[in-house]
């Protein structure tokens, strides 16, 4: 079985209906348990941005999806397994680590970087589309919903970012005209 390591506040339900195993990670146990639903297997609460060890205690992810960035890839490499692959499309934590070059040679690891703003005007309508006919129709069907943690209206926009920044949200915080 597939399994997949990424942030608990990130849909896990899409991955999970494709038979991955998901193992996410987060800050709070709070968190956690609301991600349990959504389909997460398990959870790890990453101590210190420390969690690789506690990752593999419940399988060996095959791919890790990371969303933070800075000194987490280097816990993502400990945590992959072997030909694993690591995407990274998320800088939160920063955009410079220290990493174990030896451990990416070793476990035979693929590192790929992406991000749609740099992309072609093409690739961006690709993704589009990609995106339009194999998740919308899970949305439609009722196979996944979004997760909506709070609707503001846009004149809070200033209390909606220092919302985002508190980390106290679980899902999109949604702006309305």
Known sequence: MRSAVG?????????ARLGVHVIGTARTAEKLERARPLGMAAGVVAEAGKFADAVRKHGEPTVVLELIGGPYVDEDIRAVAVR????????LAGGRSEIDLGGILRKRIRLTGT????????????????????VVPLFQRGLLAPVIDTVMDLDAAAAAHARMASNQGFGKIVLRV
């Open 84 to 91: 694993g692959r690591i995407v990274l499309v998320g800088l």
């Open 7 to 15: 942030s608990a506040r990130r849909r896990c339900s899409s991955a």
């Open 115 to 134: 991000v749609l703003r740099a992309r072609p005007l093409e690739e961006k309508i690709a993704a589009m589309r990609s995106f339009e006919s194999l």
